[in-house]
């Protein structure tokens, strides 16, 4: 996993809707971190969230990002993880989509 990959995809119909994904990385032998988005395309420009996760060696640690998303055509979204230190496995990775009326308000930024 030392690329991006694409761990799930939805297909959204034009709407406002409310992205959630998570996932839970299982560190190995040695302490792991990985890097996880959920995007509009797959070259992370179009990121709706994004967050890092770390986990030392031999434990587990999760991630939850939340995502808004106004479309007014069919648009694709996915939720890529990539680790970049140590070594590990990906587990119970999720993308939900739940359409609202509207969106109001603004999600954080770091």
């Given at each position: ?36 988005f ?8 179009g ?32 939720f ?31």
């Amino acid at each position: 996993m030392t690329e991006y990959t694409s761990y799930a995809q939805l297909t959204l119909p034009p709407g406002s809707y409310l992205l959630e994904a998570t996932v839970t990385l299982f560190s190995k032998s040695t302490p792991g971190k990985m890097a996880c988005f959920i995007a509009q395309d797959t070259t992370l420009k179009g990121e709706l969230d994004g967050g890092d996760v770390s986990a030392g060696s031999g434990e587990q640690n999760s991630l939850a990002l939340t995502g808004a998303l106004t479309n007014a055509a069919t648009q694709t979204v996915e939720f890529f993880c990539k680790l970049f230190a140590g070594e590990g496995t990906v587990d119970a990775a999720h993308l939900v989509a739940i359409k609202t009326g509207s969106l109001h308000g603004s999600l954080p930024f770091d």
